[in-house]
């Protein structure tokens, strides 16, 4: 096949699978490049346990992505592999592998999404000082093992708090932005909890609710209503330990405008969604733009809205923004169908 008859897709997540296998099905030669040794994108190297909003384990729903990629004949990976370098232009560009590999393809889709906020960077929230402070990803693994359990000690907790908007929605950490998903998951993630451990408390702290569209009774009703989970909306200032061992999380209950000092077994960080610290590398491999937040620059919005900054080069899911994986499945079909459209444009003119 000539370069214009392959698209490559750079990374390996619920976008970059999409789009592969969308390219794929319409009779293209698709090249997937994923840096981990692995195929699955975060909710398969970060452990997500039921994915919202199907309820579906993400290594049972991610996983037939994935056979659906590596039983393709369309479809060659590289994995443990990056592109170094990039040279040529729509309908034929020559991309440069870690590997030594070079590839012909006439476009290129980049699903090379985000990377989790790490705690650490809100250090008056306990994250690196308290075992017992989590972050939900950390959740979601005892969740897939089917525990939960205090790492201290190994108890069952009595209380755990989930802190909203750890990493989103705060201008004095440089994270303006917010996260889209940590609301819907959090209130998916105290259902899950009360699930394996009926016994248990859960509260979520938050300064607003964003369970968008449908997901507003399909998880925030349910949790409170069916689960009994308790919603606090609080500004949090920090979590120290009691005497006792136990956690206290204080704050200001905003509204009754009172300060809250309450003891808790388990805090639980709701992580936001930063820019993929590769994106400069990415920028400057790809000759694309980045927004100001740095995440992936768009091309127009609304005629080419898988577009870059670069003719033939395109994006999909998390890379461009914090985004849920239903829409990041979406755009990578969208990013797929319109690679393969210009493609054939292109070929249409030349003939």
């Excluded at 476009?107 to 690196?128: C, R, V």
């Excluded at 989930?162 to 994270?175: N, P, T, W």
């Excluded at 388990?266 to 937040?293: Q, R, S, W, Y």
Aim: aromatic share 6%; net charge negative.
């Amino acid at each position: 096949m000539s370069a214009q008859d392959t698209v490559l897709v750079v990374g390996a997540g619920p976008a970059g699978l999409s789009a592969a296998a969308t390219i794929a099905s319409m009779g293209k030669k698709t090249v997937i490049v994923e840096k981990e040794d692995i195929l699955g994108g975060a909710p398969i190297i970060s452990g997500y346990a039921k994915l919202v909003p199907s309820g579906e384990w993400a290594k049972d729903a991610i996983g037939r992505m994935v056979s659906r990629v590596e039983g393709d004949g369309n479809v060659s990976i590289h994995k443990s592999a990056k592109v170094t370098q990039v040279a040529g232009e729509a309908g034929n560009f020559t991309a440069t592998l870690s590997n030594g590999d070079k590839v012909e393809a006439g476009a290129i889709i980049l699903g090379t999404g985000f990377t989790h906020f790490d705690s650490i960077n809100k250090p008056e929230w306990g994250f690196g000082t308290y075992e017992d402070v989590l972050t939900t990803t950390q959740m979601e693994q005892m969740v897939s093992a089917g525990q939960i359990r205090c790492p201290s000690d190994g108890r069952v907790p009595e209380r755990v708090a989930i802190l909203l908007c750890v990493g989103s929605r705060d201008r004095q950490i440089g994270r303006e932005w917010c996260s889209k998903i940590c609301c819907t998951v959090s209130t998916n993630l105290a259902m899950e909890i009360k699930e394996i451990s009926p016994s248990t408390d859960v509260f979520i702290y938050y300064m607003d609710i964003r369970t968008f569209g449908l997901y507003e009774d399909k998880f925030y009703w349910k949790s409170q209503e069916e689960y009994k989970t308790k919603f606090v909306k609080a500004r949090i200032a920090e979590v120290t330990m009691s005497p006792d061992g136990r956690l206290l999380v204080k704050g200001e209950d905003t509204l009754v405008k009172r300060p809250i000092v309450i003891p808790m077994d388990l805090v639980v960080h709701a992580i936001g969604m930063d820019p993929n610290t590769l994106n400069p590398e990415i920028a400057k491999t790809f000759g694309i733009g980045l927004e100001k937040h740095g995440f992936i620059d768009r091309a127009e919005q609304y005629t080419n809205s898988q577009g870059t900054t670069r003719k033939g080069i395109y994006v999909c899911g998390a890379a461009t923004g914090p985004e849920d994986i239903d829409s990041s499945i979406a755009q990578g079909q969208s990013a797929g169908a319109r690679a393969v459209a210009d493609l054939y444009g292109q070929q249409k003119v030349a003939s």
